[in-house]
């Protein structure tokens, strides 16, 4: 199994939660309202420095790992200006 942690612009969250639905993930939790600074810069909510993130952390199995994913990237190249998006996967033992 997989644990993928999917950090992403708050605004695309809706999108998100569509291709989780679409890829059959019925199962995640999510952080809402996280400040940050990555690639997109920084997000810390205040007039400053604009914008919020959601983290989400999804437990699945090897092999569905890599639909959602390419479903994720697919969903962000729609946007003009791709939001934020960062995905990372480490090995999970269920115990």
Do not use: C, Y
């Not at 992403?8 to 940050?36: A, K, R, Y």
């Not at 959601?54 to 959602?68: D, R």
């Amino acid at each position: 199994m997989r644990l993928l942690f999917i950090i992403i612009d708050q605004s695309i969250e809706p999108d998100v939660l569509e291709v989780f639905e679409q890829n059959g993930v019925e199962h995640w939790t999510s952080w809402t309202e996280v400040h940050g600074a990555g690639r997109a810069g920084r997000k810390q909510g205040s007039p400053i420095w604009p914008g919020l993130n959601t983290v989400f952390l999804v437990a699945l199995q090897q092999e569905k790992v890599e639909p959602l994913v390419q479903g994720l990237h697919a969903t962000r190249d729609t946007f003009p200006l791709p939001p934020g998006m960062r995905i990372f996967s480490v090995a999970m033992e269920e115990l």
